[in-house]
């Protein structure tokens, strides 16, 4: 069934190796930037949208290693990222809301209390 | 699919009991409402002698490399579960059990017992479930499982603002490192062109580590050392412990640490403890991401943990220097699968036994609470003045807590000391000498902190000025809570004479199976063989 569906997608064919390429320098610089931004950045929800696009930038590579290694576990994979990416967006956003009432900023800086 | 159903049997009993302490917290009856901890203690229970009976049968029952591992990371998850559990008692809603307890109508919307208790067992299904793990998937699943409830346990552990910072702290940096390890294991799928462990140890066995693979093995180790409270993700350990309450800092001393091992012995188990010039190393950027990652982890530990004044700081970076010593073990693999020569066997004993000692220690600065200035909920002890004198004061609480100090420092007889050994020796089998000489130079070292806390609690008089110790109170879970200590406390004492036995289980649990080269055909349902691809073409 699944062999059938494949050939009638014309999915076979596998990625090239520099169309892959391709693909892994997007979700790298997404990675990148995901990371600079949460080191730099210092607004709670800015820094959480950083780290969501680091998960955003695994799932893109996930996508293009499955097209490459011509199977379904990458493709797989991106769905359960995406779930726990939303899961972890809803508990991101209930604690920003949280704070916001607490101190009425959203700026990381307003919860340096503990140090040493 | 039976046998993997099998497999989580413990993981569903505990599910179910979730589910059942979900509700009987929001019920108005104050009787069936306090029955959430007996229920999750009782759920606790059943999982573990699922466990146990499932540990028994003789057989392999995981699908990686470490096919022996889930059976023993389940039952230790059981019994220092129920320590963790019995730990959590009056932490939530005592400010409103009290109101209501006046004459104050009780209200779903007010109370957070319910949602706080399914949050404990929600992460410790979710640290079962790591056991289990046969692929990257499940093992992503069940990580997020055991980290994203203990965000909200932290937050939600005190109303003070400190605990709401120590949430805030957790919850981003551990979304960093979730996103690191993701990367990771996405590189390790790109590399391997499996997601299954045991296939990825096939493939990696015939074909070697090429690049991809390699960074994803580094990316993958750098995101859990955020689970480990490993350097360079240690920052946010110290704030986080001495922010969230004491049973609550328990829970992630031993939960998100446990979870972060057990991921990391079944990546290393994929890649083989089978490289290197010997044949039974890890590969060589691997070895010396580890070993100066063990190395300065322990180091980091154990120097800013001599500069603190916070009991709570002490045991926060003491937790770091541990895990760089289990770090070690790791490192050392599986060597020749005997007790003494295997880093996996050592790392597995001395979770078990972290687990008990540090839920001790924690347990006795739980019950240890006085008036707040500010007429709040209760301040915990802060920092060795608070300590003083203990002995005089509460004797108990005062020997409970030489004893499990004096095993976290690795004092001999004890438990602590047991567990060092063969991280010692399995380090000298697997030729790390001068890692050795550091773990051994890190543990004289700490002798210096935990000493002085057994100093402070047994030979220093009371502090002068009166009040101090007028002001202790006694909560309702006082006694519990000394309980917990008291079981911790002869679980350091049982395990340190049944060591033998529980060395038998750890090694048992440890046994490693060498991958081979990949045996025909690999996983047919998941990866279609391009070759037979334009052959059936024609057919349709």
Known sequence: MLDLFLAQSAFPQAMGQGVLAHYLFVSAAMFTLGLVGFLTRRNLIIMFLCTEMMFQAAGIALVAFSRYHLNYDGQTFVIFVLTVAAAEAALALALVVFLFRKRDSLSAEAWLEMKG | ?540
């Not at chain 2, 020569?341 to 006085?370: D, H, K, P, Q, W």
């Open chain 2, 1 to 540: 699919m039976a046998a993997k159903i099998a497999l989580i049997w413990p993981e569903i009993a505990l599910f179910i009991t979730t589910c059942l302490v979900m509700l009987l917290g929001l019920s108005p009856n104050k009787q069936w409402r306090s029955l959430c901890l007996p229920a999750s203690m009782v759920g606790l229970t059943v999982a573990g002698v699922l466990a146990a009976m499932g540990m028994g049968v003789g057989g392999p029952v995981g699908d990686t490399p470490l096919p022996y591992l889930p059976g023993f990371i389940k039952v230790t998850v059981a019994g220092v579960g129920l320590l963790l559990l019995l730990l959590q008692a009056g932490l939530i809603d005592r400010r409103e059990e009290a109101l209501i307890a006046s004459g104050r109508a009780f209200s779903a919307l007010r109370t957070n017992r319910a949602e706080y208790f399914a949050l404990v067992l929600f992460s410790l299904t979710g640290l079962m479930l790591c056991a289990s793990a046969g692929d990257l998937i499940w093992l992503f699943l069940a990580l997020e499982l055991t980290s994203l409830p203990t965000y909200v346990m932290v937050a939600m552990s005190s109303s003070r603002n400190r605990a709401q910072e120590a949430g805030v702290k957790y919850f981003y940096l551990g979304a960093l490192g979730a996103a690191t390890f993701l990367y990771g294991f996405v590189m390790l799928y790109g590399g391997t062109g499996t997601l299954q462990l045991a296939t990825m140890a096939e493939v990696i066995a015939a074909e070697g580590v090429n690049t991809i693979t390699m960074a994803g093995l580094l990316l993958s180790v750098l995101g859990l050392a955020f689970k480990i409270a490993a350097v360079p993700m240690h920052f946010y350990t110290a704030d986080v412990y001495q922010g969230a309450a004491a049973p609550v800092s328990a829970f992630l001393a031993f939960v998100p640490k446990t979870a972060g091992f057990v991921a990391l012995l079944l990546i290393c188990s994929a890649v083989g403890w089978t490289h290197g010039e010997s044949g039974n190393a890890l590969p060589e950027a691997l070895r010396i991401m580890l070993w100066v990652m063990a190395a300065v982890t322990m180091t980091v530990g154990n120097v800013l943990a001599i500069l603190q004044n916070s009991i709570k700081r002490v045991l926060a970076y003491s937790s770091i220097a541990h895990s760089g010593y289990m770090l070690v073990g790791l490192l050392a693999g599986p060597g020749d699968g005997t007790f003494g020569g295997s880093g996996v066997s050592a790392v597995l004993f001395y979770l078990a036994a972290y687990g008990v000692m540090n839920t001790g220690a924690f347990a006795v600065i739980a019950c240890l609470e006085r008036k707040a200035a500010d007429r709040g909920e209760p301040m915990e002890v802060e920092d060795f003045d608070d300590l003083r004198g203990l002995w005089k004061r509460e004797p108990a609480l005062g020997v409970l807590l030489a004893i499990v100090t004096l095993s976290l420092l690795g004092f001999p007889p004890l438990l602590g000391f047991m567990a060092k050994l063969p991280l010692f020796t399995s380090g000298i089998s697997a030729g790390e000498i001068a890692l050795v000489v550091v773990l051994g130079l890190n543990s004289a070292i700490a002798a210096y902190y935990y000493l002085r806390i057994v100093k402070a609690a047994m030979i220093d008089d009371p502090r002068g000025e009166p009040g101090a110790a007028d002001s202790a109170v006694h909560h309702p879970a006082y006694n519990l809570r000394l309980v917990t200590g008291l079981c911790s406390a002869l679980g350091v004492v049982a395990l340190a004479i049944l060591a033998g036995q529980l060395a038998e289980r750890v090694t048992e649990a440890s046994g490693y199976i060498a991958p081979v080269g990949p045996s025909q055909p690999v996983g047919s349902a998941t990866v279609l063989e391009t070759e037979t691809l334009p052959v059936q073409l024609p057919m349709t």
